[in-house]
């Protein structure tokens, strides 16, 4: 369960990107954050594993907080937090395999992770994260030689492999074509649901958002807007969390 | 018909007033500069005429003696591993401090002002000052060679090291970091394969100018060909002297080949 209690964020520069958000997602949940450039969904993410420190209140995950954590509480914290990013934030020159392994070092002894010594169980669980997003003959590619779409396979294999109970996902699908935009989608609602991985996603894309959420949340100017089932995400709700009419082509991303 | 240009009053407005001075100032510090110096050092291009004749003179002597070549090989073989050690031992000094210089993977604040000014500091002083420096209190030979070379290739490879690491992606170290990965695993893991090219080009690139300046510094008594160098040029033996700059001239040669060679496959 994560719980967010009156979360304020500003950044240095003055901008407040969060005005006092309370939130509670229970465990297992698949929760798709809506907005605008701006809205505060990415820091509203990033604040869940402390990218981003709050200036004020707190986030919780199964009651223990993750704002007042600190050195390796944090760092124990943040290996069951999986990560997506739009960019994918692999390390190109590395094979798909040693990004994979990354993922492990969160629960790697300082000494062993530093001189590469993974133990059978860690690359064992390296190759299942492969298999499940369907990749597991790119294991010793370079990853700058793979698609896009594939790419960011690695980044949820990546993340597979720290066995998260939370996962994190900015804006994954941003980056991609429609059709691979629905593919990663599908992984990450079957991962989700496989393993019972309370999942948050950043996106963009309003019919995106209808199909894979079991629940919506809008946000404008750093509050909540808008919290419901799609059903209940109707045109009307769009309209009044993005504050301007739907545009059809930059608000749908289209079926596969 | 359209009139002729040269007629229209013009539009252009006039070079401003500032930019024009910029352009004569600097001329005027130019030749202000030229005349200060070449009367305060002397130099003068008559002298320079009256000497070439001398100058012919000596190279006329300066024919390579082959018989000499013999002795010339373990100083020179020294020099090598001078620069050799010297890049060695610089390279590891600056692998650690070289993070602890960049703004993206140091520590804190303080310790990265102080590793940058510590860097600053070892740099602004030639290697040559310190051979010098270190040649009466290490004892002369090829030791104050080595410290002296390591101590400037540290401060060269941690200062270039530093901003080829604060150019790199951020976004592997944010991952990783977010996955729950403390400093040293992300700088091995995220940073490391994205500079370890360069870095390798980078450390050739010193020792290529490590083979130059171990012979260089062999001059103020740090070992090497350097010293046999100085010794021969002190007993006025010009046979020996350019069979030994015959030989540092094909040794530099082919070191910078070679670097460049390794160096073009690496990138």
């Known amino acids: ?256 | 018909m359209r009139p002729d240009p040269a007629a229209l009053p013009s539009t252009v407005p006039e070079r401003p007033r500032g930019q024009r001075m910029v352009a004569s100032s600097t001329l005027a510090v130019f030749l202000v500069l030229f005349f200060v110096s070449t009367w305060q050092t002397g130099f003068s291009l008559s002298d320079l005429w009256i000497g070439t004749g001398d100058f012919f003179r000596f190279f006329g002597r300066l024919v390579p003696d082959l018989s000499y070549l013999p002795e010339v090989w373990a100083p020179i073989l020294e020099t090598l591993q001078i620069a050799y050690l010297g890049t060695l031992f610089g390279t590891s000094l600056a692998l650690p401090l070289l993070f602890l210089a960049s703004a993206n993977t140091s520590t804190d604040r303080v310790t990265l002002a102080v590793a940058r000014t510590v860097l600053t500091v070892l740099r602004s002083i030639p290697d040559l000052l310190y051979a010098a420096l270190l040649a009466p209190i290490l004892a002369i030979g090829p030791l104050p060679g080595v410290v002296a070379l390591s101590l400037f290739s540290m401060a060269v490879l941690a200062k270039l090291g530093s901003e080829t690491v604060e150019a790199v992606d951020p976004g592997p170290m944010e991952a990783l970091r977010a996955s729950g990965a403390g400093r040293n695993r992300v700088i091995v893991y995220a940073v490391v394969p994205q500079v370890a090219a360069t870095m390798t080009s980078f450390v050739l690139y010193i020792f290529e100018i490590n083979v130059r300046a171990s012979v260089i510094i062999g001059l103020v008594g740090a070992g090497g060909i350097g010293e046999q160098l100085l010794a021969r040029l002190n007993f006025f033996a010009y046979g020996d002297v350019s069979m030994i700059i015959v030989v540092i001239f094909v040794l530099v040669l082919a070191i910078d080949a070679l670097s460049v060679w390794a160096r073009s496959r690496l990138i």
Do not use: C
């Open chain 1, 1 to 256: 369960m994560i719980e967010f209690r009156d979360l304020e964020v500003t950044y240095p520069n003055g901008v407040k990107a969060l005005k006092g958000i309370d939130l509670t997602i229970p465990k297992g949940q698949f929760v798709v954050i809506v907005g605008l450039s701006g809205a505060g969904k990415s820091t509203l993410i990033r604040a869940v594993n402390h990218l981003v420190p709050p200036s004020k209140g707190e986030v919780r995950i199964d009651g223990r907080s993750v704002s007042k954590a600190t050195g390796r509480d944090l760092r124990r914290i943040r290996s069951k937090i999986g990560m997506i990013f739009q960019t994918f934030n692999l390390v190109k020159r590395s094979s798909v395999l040693r990004n994979v392994l990354a993922g492990r070092l969160g629960h790697t002894s300082a000494i062993r992770g530093l001189l590469g010594l993974f133990t059978k169980r860690d690359l064992a669980l390296a190759h299942d994260s492969l298999r499940r997003v369907g990749i597991p003959e790119k294991a010793w590619q370079r990853a700058d030689a793979l698609s896009g779409g594939q790419q960011q396979r690695v980044g949820i294999a990546r993340a597979l492999a720290q066995q998260p109970e939370v996962m994190l996902a900015d804006e994954p699908v941003a980056s991609l074509d429609p059709p691979t935009s629905h593919a990663v989608m599908s992984d990450l609602k079957r991962i989700s649901r496989e393993d019972g991985i309370t999942t948050l996603v950043n996106l963009h894309f309003i019919d995106m958002a209808r199909e894979y959420a079991d629940r919506i949340v809008g946000m404008r100017d750093g509050v909540i807007v808008f919290d419901g089932t799609p059903d209940e995400a109707t045109d009307q709700a769009f309209e009044d969390i993005y504050g301007r009419p739907i545009d059809v082509e930059k608000d749908l991303r289209g079926a596969a």
